[in-house]
């Protein structure tokens, strides 16, 4: 596609669920970024993909949170057992590649609300 | 710890008047930054970015100044139209070891809104 997208655009689940977010990259583009976005915030770090080489977890606020992605293609997001702090938009950004200056490209965002 | 914040969480400003949104940031080791632009609904968009080695650059009705000596930046949106109206960050690109790629640190943003 043209851009980076993700689905779904909204979830609304209960406490204790378990959701999973999914995010498709520009195609080519070899690094993937998961940034998490409260109300009236700015964006957190997550966790980073760059190719084959082992994720960047440092970002994920508890061990509820994971991701996956497979090669350089499509990423999903899991969170086990949500709750009500993990309401947040959930962006996911893809770039050329992880060097400073190159422009991250950001998908629409999952909006997550956990009641 | 290191950040980066703006002054001011809401602009409101008359159509083609010319906004300014600021921006400060803490770490003095930062040599590059981002502007972007954020409409409702949507993820943040590139606007425009400045290397510590400028004061000045300038792009399509925007122009970012970047003071290095009280670490602060500004943007700068001329005949401001509505389609502007958007929330806008600053952001650092944190580049630590290659396992990290360039996480982007942005701040509460300002949430900018034209008046027609």
């Known amino acids: 596609g043209a851009g980076v997208s993700q689905s779904p655009s909204n979830k609304v689940t209960e406490k204790g669920k378990d959701v999973e977010l999914r995010c498709d990259p520009i195609?080519?583009?070899?690094?993937l970024y998961w940034y998490r976005q409260r109300l009236g915030q700015g964006l957190e770090f997550l966790i980073y993909?760059?190719?084959?080489?082992?994720?960047?977890k440092s970002g994920l606020p508890s061990d509820r949170f994971s991701a996956e992605r497979t090669g350089e293609s499509v990423s999903t997001l899991t969170i086990q057992r949500t709750q009500q702090e993990d309401s947040a938009v959930y962006l996911c950004?893809?770039?050329?590649?992880?060097?400073?200056?190159?422009?991250?490209?950001f998908g629409p965002g999952t909006r997550l609300t956990v009641l | 710890g290191e950040s980066v914040g703006l002054h001011l969480p809401t602009l409101s400003v008359q159509e083609g008047d010319n906004s300014i949104i600021n921006c400060a940031y803490s770490?003095?080791?930062?040599?590059?930054f981002i502007w972007y632009k954020q409409e409702s609904g949507k993820g943040p968009q590139f606007i425009i970015d400045?290397?510590?080695?400028?004061d000045k650059r300038q792009g399509q009705r925007v122009t970012v100044l970047l003071n290095k000596t009280v670490k602060h930046l500004s943007l700068q949106i001329a005949a401001t139209q509505p389609g502007d109206s958007a929330v806008y960050f600053c952001?650092?690109?944190?580049?630590?070891?290659?396992?990290?790629?360039?996480?982007?640190?942005f701040g509460e943003g300002t949430q900018l809104t034209v008046n027609p």
């Open positions: 950004a893809s770039s050329l590649d992880g060097r400073a200056r190159v422009e991250q490209f």
């Open positions: 195609s080519g583009h070899t690094a």
């Open positions: 993909f760059q190719g084959n080489s082992a994720p960047d």
């Open positions: 770490n003095s080791a930062s040599d590059y």
């Open positions: 400045i290397r510590s080695n400028m």
């Open positions: 952001a650092d690109p944190l580049t630590g070891p290659e396992t990290s790629g360039s996480r982007l640190t």
